[in-house]
């Protein structure tokens, strides 16, 4: 139940830490009815653009898949549904209903490939920062198959450059040079979670997950909602999209 007293509660941990963790926070038929038809999306052939909503391991396994409100609107209404518009309204106020998304992340047993460090405002381009991602897992997640790792505190040191320099489906980066110094400063804290745990983070805290060497496989999924006084800087986006389809374009051998 989300009374003022929780929503105050983890609003304060939110702005001390970058991020927060909600227990019990999500049904686990509605976790399963989301990866059901993710799962079925990624196998029909009506994904429209290939290069960017969906990624595959060498192997063949399934990567990830992004954009997925396009193709099932439905999940719009995701905030609504979980109470996770409260939460944003305690926060940052009401938000707006004509922007969001929603990826899926596998991490296939032993081969599963690392999310390097980095901040979502570097894919977001939004200005104030008034938004968050709620990132949760569809089984449960601990170190040993890749559970997400956080600097808290690093928000505050604003946005970083970030390089292409990831992976397929996380493209972006900061340098090790940076995250050396990052180190130095923030201390990295690993968040273990159940199935039906999520986590909020601010999109200039700085995150990843390691690759997944377990024998057990990792899934989750990504939902970002932003204010509606959060503007996307038309400009940064438009060069962040031209830069990524080159690298999409070379890293699957499309050229």
């Not at 001390?16 to 999306?41: C, H, P, R, W």
């Not at 719009?76 to 106020?93: C, P, R, S, W």
């Not at 040191?157 to 972006?172: I, K, V």
């Given at each position: 139940?989300?009374?003022?007293?929780k929503?105050?509660?983890?609003k304060?941990?939110?702005?001390?830490?970058?991020?927060?963790?909600?227990?019990?926070f999500?049904?686990?038929?509605?976790?399963?009815e989301?990866?059901?038809d993710?799962?079925?999306?990624?196998?029909?052939?009506?994904?429209?653009?290939?290069?960017?909503?969906?990624?595959?391991?060498?192997?063949?396994q399934?990567?990830?898949?992004?954009?997925?409100?396009?193709?099932?609107?439905?999940?719009?209404?995701?905030?609504?549904?979980?109470?996770?518009?409260?939460?944003?309204?305690?926060?940052?106020?009401?938000?707006?209903?004509r922007?969001?998304?929603?990826?899926?992340?596998?991490?296939?047993?032993?081969?599963?490939?690392?999310t390097k460090?980095?901040?979502?405002?570097?894919?977001f381009?939004?200005?104030?920062?008034?938004?968050?991602?709620?990132w949760r897992?569809t089984?449960?997640?601990?170190?040993?198959?890749?559970?997400?790792?956080?600097?808290?505190?690093?928000?505050?040191?604003?946005?970083?450059?970030?390089?292409l320099?990831?992976?397929?489906?996380?493209?972006?980066?900061?340098?090790?040079?940076?995250i050396?110094?990052?180190?130095?400063?923030?201390?990295?804290?690993y968040?273990?979670?159940?199935?039906?745990?999520?986590?909020i983070?601010?999109?200039?805290?700085?995150?990843?997950?390691?690759?997944?060497?377990?024998?057990?496989?990792?899934?989750?999924?990504?939902?970002?909602?932003?204010?509606?006084?959060?503007?996307?800087?038309?400009?940064?986006?438009?060069?962040?999209?031209?830069r990524?389809?080159?690298?999409?374009?070379?890293?699957?051998?499309k050229?």
């Amino acid at each position: 139940m989300l009374n003022q007293k929780k929503l105050k509660r983890i609003k304060k941990i939110f702005n001390q830490s970058g991020f927060a963790v909600l227990k019990y926070f999500v049904s686990q038929k509605l976790i399963d009815e989301m990866k059901n038809d993710t799962l079925k999306l990624s196998k029909k052939t009506f994904i429209k653009n290939k290069l960017v909503d969906i990624h595959h391991l060498k192997s063949g396994q399934l990567s990830s898949v992004h954009n997925i409100l396009s193709y099932i609107p439905k999940y719009k209404k995701f905030a609504t549904l979980t109470g996770l518009n409260k939460v944003f309204q305690e926060i940052f106020g009401p938000h707006s209903k004509r922007w969001g998304n929603l990826s899926y992340f596998y991490k296939a047993k032993k081969v599963g490939i690392e999310t390097k460090p980095h901040q979502d405002n570097a894919y977001f381009n939004l200005n104030p920062c008034q938004v968050f991602t709620c990132w949760r897992p569809t089984n449960t997640v601990t170190k040993k198959n890749s559970a997400m790792y956080y600097y808290p505190g690093s928000q505050k040191e604003g946005l970083f450059s970030h390089n292409l320099q990831g992976n397929l489906g996380a493209s972006l980066s900061i340098s090790q040079k940076k995250i050396n110094k990052i180190k130095k400063k923030y201390k990295k804290r690993y968040i273990e979670m159940e199935k039906g745990d999520c986590i909020i983070h601010s999109p200039l805290v700085v995150h990843g997950s390691e690759s997944n060497k377990s024998n057990i496989n990792r899934g989750s999924f990504n939902f970002s909602i932003k204010s509606k006084q959060a503007n996307v800087d038309v400009a940064a986006m438009n060069d962040h999209k031209k830069r990524l389809t080159l690298y999409l374009k070379k890293k699957k051998g499309k050229n």
